[in-house]
């Protein structure tokens, strides 16, 4: 079997690997440029099939965000009539074990931290070949959307949010997880 080496962690890779199993970040090779071009022109693809999949348990609202493992999706619970956020992780990685195995993995530890400043997971979901996990949504914007709209913030609210993502952290750390994707994208401000 043909090897390469992930670029970012330097993990041993199967050629044909898409995204590295270890950091979960894409890897350069052949075919995958057509691959992810495929996905990212047909977005409605995934949401047709969530949809689908999904009757009847959740009526998915629209797209909210997208990152390497995974789009978020804003839906309506239907059985607890609330609204949801799913993070699901799209088809082409949803042919790796390895991906398939970290995407719960990642569920299944959030869904253990029980904090104020940790968005919690509620449910974690495999249906049609689709798997996601479920949230509470989060109304508020990120801190990158408020730096964006505000570059300079005042000292106060800088040390607020910087005293509760510590806060977040510290108690995740001290519960042995290690986020590794903080930046101001992922973290959402409520109030």
Not at 9 to 24: G, K, V
Not at 33 to 48: C, F
Not at 144 to 170: G, M, W
Request: aromatic residues 6%; hydrophobic residues 40%.
């Amino acid at each position: 079997m043909v090897m390469k080496t992930c670029p970012h962690c330097q993990t041993e890779l199967a050629s044909d690997t898409l995204f590295c199993p270890r950091c979960a970040k894409q890897v350069p090779g052949t075919g995958e440029d057509d691959l992810l071009a495929s996905s990212a022109s047909d977005p409605t693809g995934l949401l047709d099939r969530l949809r689908t999949a999904t009757a009847g348990e959740f009526k998915i609202v629209r797209e909210l965000g997208r990152g390497g493992m995974g789009r978020v999706y804003l839906a309506h619970e239907l059985a607890l009539e609330r609204r949801v956020a799913l993070k699901v992780l799209p088809p082409y990685l949803s042919e790796q074990s390895e991906v398939v195995e970290r995407f719960q993995r990642e569920a299944r530890t959030a869904g253990k931290l029980n904090h104020p400043n940790i968005v919690a997971v509620f449910q974690v979901s495999e249906r049609a070949g689709i798997h996601f996990f479920t949230m509470p949504y989060v109304a508020g914007p990120s801190l990158r959307q408020i730096l964006k709209q505000t570059p300079q913030l005042s000292v106060e609210l800088c040390r607020r949010y910087l005293r509760e993502a510590a806060d977040a952290l510290a108690f995740a750390h001290g519960r042995g997880v290690v986020h590794r994707d903080i930046k101001p994208e992922n973290m959402l401000l409520e109030g």
